[in-house]
């Protein structure tokens, strides 16, 4: 067997093969005819095409994937994501230093040959025939430039990427084909300004714009010629030459470009002398990528957008699609959420809840009559630290949220109430509402089956005291178990499941509401988002409007890309909206939400308790927003709220009253503070059902005096919860009017359909 030289791992004819193979190459550049005895080289078996002239020239340029802006409703900034970190910047925005060192030490006769340079083919065959090996490629700059095409739109498919990178004789003749293309097509400024924007400077930095601020903290307009040398010499091996790692090698490697740069005469050798004696000096900005970039505790919400995104057709066909475009970035996303509300809820949270608390809570504001989610926040932040999470309270699994939500306890009531005033049930309908009882049966559901209580199961109210017979008003108001149980029962659970899911209830984990009475007691996992939207419908006069969180996208080029619009429609009538109003207002009155009374305006809502502490909440809402608050377990662990420190304070008791109607409070105080303050349209409610009750309707309130301000509670009470021995429980309600007004635009600027805002026109 021959000897094979050391170092080489190429045979005598293998050597020879190659040195054909290279020597063919250059003559069909030149010749620009096809490769003659392609199958004796054995190039068809390494993936080539049969002739060169075969190849398709027609390489088109992938948009080149680049950082995504995500901004508030006012166009500040919430945070900066990307797949690659990169800043497109034209040639005029480099510094001419940069452009010069690139091309002295990548392809010093760049200016002088085509797409490909012959003398270096020659050079790198030489080379190799003697080494055995491919010590040069004699790739030029725009060869370099054709490769990272082909890997950028690979993207993040490792096959595909390595497919672009192989060291084959057929790829390299793929390349040149579509080199000779580039030239003729861009010309060599157009080259060198693409070759600066897509190459990769190490760091997580593509791009000589993030590279520059990458490692300098500058602008590439203003990089100095040391910088610029430092920069162009990592191009070879960004992990090998990275200065934050390994000062001494990339001055090294810094050195050897300036010393070229003289050579070809792009500066003097005194300068090249003078810059090669200055240390390396950096000024590195740590890469931030994604949402736990994101300020005012928005990490969530921007988290809730980049799913929204991924998740709605308007964005793509498939999955596949949506998310090829978003790692594409280059996208300026202004979204709904509104600065002031954000600010407030995040200052609401944290002075209620500790992040290191056993629980948490999660805020939701949307703004009735258009959708819109003006803040998101919860006390457990973004991140993967500890007391830190990546799941979002606040939303349904499917978009990030927890796998099961939270049962709601009595904020599911309203409707049930509003499907009963649907079919014609009057708000002063009286009920036994006994103490204690079972489930009655049977109860209709959607199909031909009823349900059966064959368990016997019972249910009771909180206090024995609480017996009827009780009217609408009086068991809203005390929250009595058996009175929403006897109602669904005659109404069956289907006008009731019929009445969610157009109010958009829809259970966390993304199932259907079982058809059972126990549905009226809030036994099912919801999100605040969730429930904040649906009683938005309340507060909008019955028009439920779908969420949306993106007001705006443009591309890189500013081209405006459509979003998903918010669609409103007529779920109950005005009538139904206003009664439901009516009995949700008396709860800051004088009911259990007392705590969460705003006090320069009108606003209703329901407490909710769960079996053993374990969730709390209180949704409510003025005409003009709408906001749900959840206190319980954000982990797989459930806790008890009784005898527990939560935000520095100790409960005795957590009721939905008690924690969130203050932290309820809070939040909306801020977000509407000198915004306007429209009143709800009232109804007049049976008195009826209770000792002492006339069976006359209450008198509206004055339409412009706002709730009376809530009275001190002790920690942890809220009147008293109702339960439920099927595991959940609910706060009570008080049952007073208020008067109504137009509701007018809370947010400045922010232009919206006439009449949106407090509901639509019957006619």
């Avoid at 791992?9 to 290279?22: D, H, V, Y």
């Avoid at 103490?435 to 109860?443: C, G, L, T």
Wanted: aromatic letters at 6%.
């Amino acid at each position: 067997m021959g000897k094979k030289r050391s170092g080489a791992g190429l045979t005598g004819p293998q050597q020879a093969a190659k040195f054909l193979g290279l020597s063919v190459l250059s003559g069909v550049v030149l010749a620009g005819i096809a490769i003659p005895g392609a199958g004796a080289l054995g190039l068809a078996a390494k993936g080539t095409v049969e002739g060169f002239d075969e190849i398709p020239a027609n390489l088109k340029t992938p948009p080149l994937s680049q950082r995504t802006t995500i901004l508030d409703a006012e166009g500040g900034l919430i945070a900066t994501v990307y797949s690659r970190d990169r800043q497109v910047v034209p040639l005029t925005a480099i510094s001419p230093y940069m452009q010069k060192a690139i091309v002295a030490i990548e392809d010093s006769r760049f200016y002088e040959h085509g797409a490909v340079d012959l003398k270096g083919i020659l050079r790198a065959v030489n080379r190799n025939a003697q080494e055995g090996g491919a010590a040069q490629g004699a790739s030029t700059l725009t060869q370099q430039y054709v490769k990272n095409v082909f890997v950028e739109e690979a993207g993040d498919d490792e096959t595909k990427v390595r497919e672009a990178q192989e060291k084959s004789l057929g790829r390299k003749i793929r390349e040149l084909k579509f080199s000779i293309q580039v030239e003729e097509e861009l010309g060599k400024k157009k080259i060198l300004e693409n070759y600066l924007n897509i190459t990769y400077f190490g760091q997580q930095a593509y791009g000589i714009e993030s590279a520059s601020q990458r490692y300098f903290s500058k602008p590439a307009k203003d990089l100095t010629l040391e910088e610029s040398a430092l920069l162009a010499g990592l191009v070879q091996s960004p992990s090998r030459y990275d200065p934050v790692n390994d000062s001494q090698e990339a001055m090294k490697r810094r050195n050897i470009v300036l010393q070229r740069m003289a050579d070809v005469k792009d500066v003097s050798q005194a300068e090249a002398d003078e810059a090669k004696k200055k240390p390396v000096q950096l000024k590195v900005t740590r890469p931030k990528n994604g949402c736990i970039t994101a300020v005012k505790g928005a990490g969530f919400f921007c988290d809730y957008v980049r799913n929204t995104f991924l998740t709605d057709p308007v964005f793509g066909k498939t999955r596949e699609e949506r998310a090829k475009l978003w790692n594409r970035g280059g996208l300026t996303v202004r979204t709904t959420l509104d600065p002031q509300s954000q600010d407030s809820v995040n200052e609401s949270i944290k002075e209620h809840v500790s992040q290191d608390d056993k629980v948490a809570t999660a805020v939701t504001l949307v703004q009735p009559g258009t959708g819109r989610v003006v803040a998101m926040g919860q006390s457990k932040p973004y991140g993967f630290g500890k007391n830190e999470t990546q799941i979002n309270f606040s939303v349904d699994k499917r978009m990030g949220g927890s796998s099961f939500g939270f049962p709601t306890g009595s904020t599911f009531k309203p409707f049930v109430a509003a499907a009963a005033l649907e079919e014609g049930i009057s708000p002063g309908k009286v009920y036994s509402s006994p103490y204690q009882m079972e489930y009655p049966s049977p109860v209709q559901t959607c199909g031909s089956k009823p349900w059966v209580n064959t368990a016997h199961e019972r249910l009771e109210n909180e206090q024995e005291s609480e017996v009827g017979p009780y009217g609408m008003n009086q068991a809203m108001a005390k929250s009595v178990n058996t009175y929403f149980v006897q109602m669904i029962t005659e109404t069956g659970v289907c006008p009731v499941t019929e009445m969610t899911t157009k109010l958009g209830v829809v259970p966390a984990d993304g199932t259907k509401l079982p058809e059972v009475p126990a549905i009226a007691l809030g036994t099912e996992g919801m999100s605040p988002l969730t429930m904040a939207n649906a009683y938005a419908a309340f507060a909008n006069r019955g028009v439920h409007c779908t969420p949306v969180s993106i007001e705006s996208i443009t591309d890189a080029h500013g081209k405006a890309l459509s979003v998903p619009k918010t669609k409103c429609e007529r779920v109950m009538t005005e009538r139904t909206a206003d009664t439901i109003n009516s009995l949700l207002l008396g709860v800051v009155d004088s009911g259990t939400g007392t705590a969460a009374g705003l006090t320069d305006r009108q606003n209703a809502g329901k407490t909710g308790t769960t079996d053993s502490r374990y969730n709390a909440w209180f949704v409510g809402y003025t005409p003009n927003m709408s906001g749900a608050t959840w206190v319980g377990s954000g982990g797989s662990k459930q806790v008890s709220m009784e005898n527990i420190t939560i935000g520095g304070r100790y409960y005795d008791k957590v009721y939905g009253g008690g924690l969130p109607g203050p932290i309820w409070k809070q939040a909306v105080s801020g977000a509407l503070a000198g915004r306007e303050a429209p009143s709800f349209v009232t109804v007049g409610l049976p008195d009826t059902g209770t000792p002492g009750g006339t069976g006359k309707p209450t008198p509206p309130t004055n339409p412009t005096k706002p709730n009376k301000p809530g009275k001190p509670t002790k920690p942890g009470g809220d009147g008293k919860p109702g339960t439920t021995t099927g595991g959940t429980t609910g706060g009570t309600t008080g049952g007073t009017t208020g008067g109504g007004t137009t509701p007018t635009n809370p947010f400045p600027g922010i232009t919206l359909e006439p009449g949106v805002i407090g509901g639509r026109d019957t006619q």
